[in-house]
C-alpha cells in the first residue's frame, strides 16, 4: 500500500478504523490531486512561457524535473502515478486496488484542471493588465513546491530521501523553467531583499515576501492537517517533524 506505517499504538481503538479509512484511501488521493496540480502547473506554464530560442527544450526539461521531483516526493504515500494511463496499467498488473481506481482517475483530473487553470491565469499576457497582486500567486505556488520537497523529501523520516538535495535543486530549475518569464521566481525573500538593496529598486518588492511566506504556510498547514487526521502514535511520522 501507499502508507509506510504500521497500526496505531495509542491504545485508541475507537480511532482505528477512521485512521485506517484515511491511510489507505484518502490520503494517496489527495497526494495525487497535489502531486498532478503541480505537475500539470509547472509544465503547462513552461509551455505558455516558452520562447523562441528554447525549441523543445524548456518544457520538456520543467516537464521532466517536475514529474520526477513529485514522484520523489509524494511516491511513498500514493505510488507517484499522476497519470490516468499509468493507473490504470498498474491496476491491470496488481499493483493498485480496484477501490482506488476511479478515486486516483478522479484525483489526477481534478488535479490537471487546476493546475492548467492556474497556468492559464498566470501567463505573462493577462498579468499585463493586472496589479502586482497577481505576480504573487506564481510566487506563492512556486514556494510551495519548493517547500513541500524540503518537508516532505528531506525532513520527514517516512518519506525522507539520501536524493533530496538533488530533488531541491531540480525543483528551484522546474520553477525558474516554467515561471521565470513571470515574475522572476525568487521563492527567497532574503535573495530579493539583497538584490533589492544592492540596485535601490524597491518595485513590488513585497511579493517576493508575502508569496514565498504564503507558500511556506500552505505547506505546513497541508502537512500539519493531514497528520493529526493520518498519525497518531508517538512512533509515527507526526512526531518526526520537529515542533
Known amino acids: 500500500g501507499p502508507c509506510c506505517l504500521g497500526p496505531a499504538t495509542d491504545g485508541t481503538s475507537g480511532t482505528k478504523p477512521f485512521r485506517g479509512v484515511f491511510e489507505q484511501f484518502v490520503q494517496p488521493c489527495l497526494a495525487e490531486l497535489l502531486g498532478s496540480s503541480l505537475f500539470i502547473f509547472v509544465g ?3 509551455v505558455i512561457e516558452n520562447t523562441e530560442g528554447t525549441g523543445r ?6 516537464h521532466g524535473l517536475a514529474l520526477g521531483i513529485v514522484i520523489a ?3 511513498e504515500i500514493s505510488g507517484g502515478h499522476f497519470n490516468p494511463a499509468v493507473s490504470v496499467s498498474v491496476f491491470l498488473i496488481g499493483g493498485l486496488n480496484i477501490i482506488l ?8 483530473i481534478c488535479g490537471g484542471m487546476i493546475g492548467a487553470g492556474l497556468a492559464k491565469n498566470m501567463t505573462t499576457m493577462n498579468y499585463a493588465k493586472v496589479s502586482g497582486a497577481a505576480f504573487n500567486t506564481v510566487q506563492v505556488i512556486m514556494t510551495l513546491f519548493l517547500t513541500m520537497v524540503v518537508c516532505m523529501g528531506a525532513v520527514n523520516e517516512c518519506t525522507r530521501s539520501l536524493l533530496a538535495p538533488l530533488c531541491i535543486g531540480l525543483t528551484v530549475t522546474a520553477d525558474i523553467l516554467a515561471g521565470g518569464a513571470v ?15 544592492v540596485a535601490n529598486y524597491w518595485s ?3 511579493i517576493y515576501w508575502v508569496g514565498p511566506m504564503s507558500g511556506a504556510l500552505l505547506t505546513a498547514s497541508f502537512i500539519r492537517y493531514c ?17
Open 183 to 197: 515574475s522572476g521566481v525568487c521563492m527567497n525573500p532574503a535573495r530579493a531583499f539583497g538584490l533589492a538593496m
Open 73 to 75: 516526493v509524494l511516491g
Open 57 to 62: 527544450l524548456q518544457p520538456a526539461l520543467a
Open 101 to 108: 481506481l476511479v478515486p486516483y482517475i478522479l484525483a489526477q
Open 44 to 46: 503547462c506554464l513552461s
Open 204 to 206: 513590488y518588492h513585497w
Open 227 to 243: 497528520r493529526p487526521l493520518i498519525f497518531w502514535g508517538l512512533d509515527t511520522c507526526l512526531y518526526n517533524f520537529p515542533v
